[in-house]
């Protein structure tokens, strides 16, 4: 049987995906010049992956040669739990609260692109979430399922940006939705509100100033610069996201209880930090977003939060 558009939409919302949309798989112009100008500027920080593999990134036939369209699809992460505030306490961005969002949307994938299959054996595919030399946000945005904010996060008018993106390229060809508006106008709050002047221009960030950067893939120290800086954000930062009426006017509950914080994962003791071996961060942190910054980054982060 020939897949459609609605097979797809039906199969995707039946696992857990919260949006679809499909877009042509066609050369990401636009999209990669600007980040190559990003890298120019040195913006990729320490991300030096960030650099590699441009010709997969503008091209998706580099990956799947016979690829035809892009099925983006979201999934929404929003819990309502809310920060204390104690500052005896790290603040861990919403996304890592609960299991490992890659864990959970790799078995999506499969399941979803194993169903495709079972209909049309033609059906050709590979998916990725974040990692891998994908746009993951510029195809989410060809595809309909949001805006890029000036925040550079994906919005989508009813969930907000608390959305996880899946990407899965194939050589089938669907109806292709449209993209849509910038919902932006004229709103700087998250620029306005980012502590360390990040967001350098609309749509541009500079990750050698960005808190999530900082406390999660950099491996240096942290530069005093930043110092009284940091909002107690001991591992990410959403303050960007916090403040976009977006994200509190229209964040819906998620329905994958894995989403909801582990072992109060939204706030950690800077003081258990400080003091834990490495036998028991990888017991509470196993399977975890978390344990990308290995110990060895939340101690620095906890230094830096309680000096
Ligand atoms: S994540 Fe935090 S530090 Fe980074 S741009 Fe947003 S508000 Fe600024
Ligand atoms: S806070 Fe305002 S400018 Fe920033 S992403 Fe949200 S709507 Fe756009």
Redesign the pocket.
């Known amino acids: 049987m020939k897949l459609t558009n609605e097979i797809v939409i039906e199969k995707a919302k039946a696992i857990g995906f919260d949006l679809v949309g499909f877009a042509k798989a066609e050369l990401l112009k636009s999209e990669s010049e600007k980040l190559e100008e990003w890298l120019i500027r040195g913006y990729q920080a320490g991300m030096s992956y960030m650099e590699r593999n441009q010709k997969k990134r503008i091209d998706v036939s580099q990956i799947l040669p016979e690829a035809k369209s892009i099925i983006s699809l979201a999934v929404n992460y929003y819990t309502d739990h809310q920060y204390t505030n104690n500052p005896a306490y790290g603040k861990v961005s919403r996304y890592a609260w609960g299991k490992d969002y890659h864990l959970i949307i790799w078995e999506m994938l499969e399941r979803l692109e194993k169903e495709l299959k079972k209909i049309d054996q033609a059906f050709e595919s590979k998916s990725y979430i974040d990692t891998g030399p994908v746009m993951d946000k510029a195809w989410a945005v060809r595809s309909g399922i949001g805006w890029l904010g000036k ?1 550079t996060n994906v919005i989508n008018k009813e969930l907000g940006s608390w959305i996880f993106i899946a990407n899965i390229i194939t050589n089938y060809e669907f109806d292709y939705t449209s993209s849509i508006p910038d919902f932006c106008g004229s709103c700087t709050a ?1 620029i306005d ?4 002047d ?2 350098v221009q609309e749509y541009v ?1 500079d990750s050698n ?4 950067y900082l406390t999660i893939e950099n491996k240096g120290e942290l530069s005093q610069e930043f110092k009284g800086k940091f909002d107690n954000w001991l591992f990410g ?4 996201q916090d403040v976009c009426p977006w994200n509190y006017k229209f964040a819906k509950q998620t329905v994958v209880s894995d989403f909801n914080p582990n072992n109060n994962n939204e706030e950690i003791s800077l003081q258990e930090i400080l003091n834990m071996p490495e036998k028991d961060f990888r017991e509470r942190f196993l399977e975890s977003p978390i344990s990308r910054a290995k110990l060895s980054g939340l101690k620095r982060n906890a230094e830096f939060l309680s000096r």
Do not use: L, M, V
């Open positions: 925040n998250c509100a980012c502590p360390t990040a967001i960030i100033k960005c808190i999530s930062c959403d303050i960007c």
